[in-house]
C-alpha cells in the first residue's frame, strides 16, 4: 500500500495515477472525505487527515510500503514561520510512530540554501525530517513550470507579461508537474537505505523572454515580457494582502541572483515548456 498527501491536488494526483496504472494499491490521504472521493471510486483506501495532524497522520500512514509527503504551499508565513514548524513536528511524530518503510517528501530546489526565504520551510521541514532513522528521499524539483498559468491572461489580454524572474534572458531551473509526479512515483517503488536528495529540472532550462517567446507562438500574437522592477516588489505584495512579503521578496531574490540553485546534477524531466503552456492555454479557452 501506498500512502498519498495531497493527491486532490495536480502532483500528488499525477503520483496516484502512476503508482495506479502500475496496479498498486494507493491511500488517499485528504483533508476532505468528499475531494477524495473520486479517488475512492477508483478503489483507493481514503484516510482523512490534515498535515497538522499528527494522531491522524499517524493512522494514515500506517501499514504502508511508502509514503509520499507534501504539503500545502504558504506564500505568506508568520515571520519566523511557526506554520512550518508544527507540520516539521507533526510529520515528524508521524512518521515515527508509523514506520512506513520508506518516505518521498516534496522539497524544492534550494532547500539547501542559509539564506533565510520563503524556501525556508522546506528547510525546517527537511531538518526535522532527517532526524528519523527511516530511508528518506527529499524530492527538490526546481520552478514549477505551471506557474505560468498567471501568464495567459496577459498575454492574451495585452501580449506584456510581467515577469519577476529577471533578468530575462537568464534560464532557470524548471520542471513540469507531470514529471515530478511521474519521478515521485518511481522513487517510491525503489529501494535505498538512510537519506538521499533528488533534484529534478525539466529538459532545458528556460528564461522568460522563451517563455514570452512561446506564448506568442501558441496564441500567434506578439508577445513580451516586461521586468517588474525589485524596488516595487514589496508594496505591490502587501497591496495583494500579503502581511509578510519579505520572505517571497527574498525568494526571487535567490533565484536572480543564483543562490537558489541545485547541489549537484539533477535529473531531467521530459515534458518541455511548450507542452506546459499549451496545456494552460488550451485549458483557459475550456474554460
Not at 546534477?265 to 479557452?285: P, Y
Request: charged content about 25%.
Amino acid at each position: 500500500m501506498f500512502a498519498i498527501t495531497g493527491i486532490t491536488g495536480n502532483v500528488g494526483g499525477i503520483v496516484a495515477e502512476c503508482l495506479l496504472s502500475g496496479g498498486r494499491a494507493v491511500r488517499a490521504i485528504a483533508r476532505d472525505a468528499r475531494k477524495a472521493s473520486t479517488w475512492a471510486d477508483r478503489g483507493c483506501e481514503v484516510a482523512i487527515a490534515d498535515i497538522g495532524d499528527a494522531s491522524a497522520l499517524t493512522a494514515a500512514f500506517g501499514g504502508a510500503e511508502a509514503v509520499f509527503v507534501m504539503v500545502p504551499p504558504l506564500f505568506d508565513p508568520t515571520p519566523g514561520f511557526p506554520e512550518a514548524k508544527a507540520i516539521a513536528a507533526a510529520l515528524k511524530s508521524a512518521l515515527e510512530a508509523a514506520r512506513p518503510g520508506r518516505v518521498v517528501y516534496l522539497s524544492t530546489i534550494g532547500a539547501q540554501a542559509k539564506q533565510e526565504n520563503l524556501l525556508t520551510q522546506h528547510t525546517i521541514i527537511e531538518s526535522a525530517l532527517r532526524e528519523l532513522d527511516l530511508p528518506i528521499a527529499f524530492l527538490r524539483p526546481g520552478w514549477f513550470m505551471e506557474n505560468c498559468s498567471w501568464d495567459v491572461a496577459p498575454a492574451r489580454e495585452s501580449g506584456v507579461i510581467p515577469s519577476f524572474l529577471q533578468p530575462l534572458e537568464r534560464a532557470v531551473p524548471m520542471v513540469a508537474t507531470k514529471d515530478i509526479g511521474r519521478v515521485a512515483a518511481e522513487l517510491l517503488q525503489e529501494r535505498w537505505s538512510g537519506h538521499r536528495v533528488v533534484e529534478l529540472e525539466g529538459p532545458h532550462r528556460v528564461s522568460p523572454n522563451q517563455i514570452g517567446a512561446a506564448f506568442a507562438q501558441l496564441l500567434d500574437r506578439p508577445v513580451r515580457m516586461e521586468a517588474v522592477p525589485q524596488q516595487t516588489w514589496e508594496p505591490l505584495f502587501r497591496a495583494q494582502g500579503m502581511k509578510n512579503p519579505e520572505p517571497r521578496v527574498r525568494m526571487l531574490d535567490g533565484f536572480n541572483e543564483g543562490w537558489i540553485d541545485f547541489e549537484g546534477d539533477a535529473r531531467k524531466g521530459t515534458v518541455g515548456i511548450e507542452t506546459v503552456l499549451k496545456t494552460l492555454v488550451d485549458g483557459q479557452r475550456k474554460g
